[in-house]
């Protein structure tokens, strides 16, 4: 009988001692997992703190051009034979050229065939001046 009122009354703290434990191992994992992000988000400050890094990043991401230089955009390239039309993704795409593709979209929309006849208004009377 004492053993069996033993038992139960151990049995409480013991199911605490067990779900304690399961709750540092899971912070435990966490508390790895946001290390392993901050020192991510520390490697990315370092490389935007670096001026040549930033260059690059706007060249590539925005088109900036340092003075003196003279950019190229073509709208409209010819497609090669290993790419087709189309196959660029619209995110990967530069935002003037989603432009750009967004307008010609809007202007591919059937329009009504109207044939305009041109015509030809009379010329005026001048009267000679005396």
Do not use: C, F, N
Not at 50 to 72: C, K
Not at 99 to 111: E, H, M, R, V, Y
Request: overall charge positive; cysteine-free; glycine content about 4%.
């Amino acid at each position: 009988m004492v053993l069996a009122a033993l038992a139960i009354a151990l049995a409480g703290p013991l199911r605490q001692l067990i779900s304690q434990r399961s709750q540092i191992s899971s912070l435990r994992s966490d508390v790895a997992q946001q290390t392993r992000q901050l020192k991510s988000l520390q490697q990315q400050q370092k490389q935007w703190a670096d001026p040549s890094y930033v260059a690059q990043q706007a060249r590539e991401r925005l088109h900036y051009v340092l003075p003196g230089e003279v950019p190229y955009v073509t709208l409209a390239p010819t497609p090669s034979a290993s790419a087709t039309a189309g196959t660029q993704a619209p995110d990967d795409q530069p935002w003037y050229a989603q432009l750009w593709s967004s307008i010609q979209g809007a202007d591919a929309t059937p329009k009504p065939s109207v044939t305009p006849h041109p015509t030809i208004a009379p010329a005026p009377s001048v009267a000679p001046t005396p």
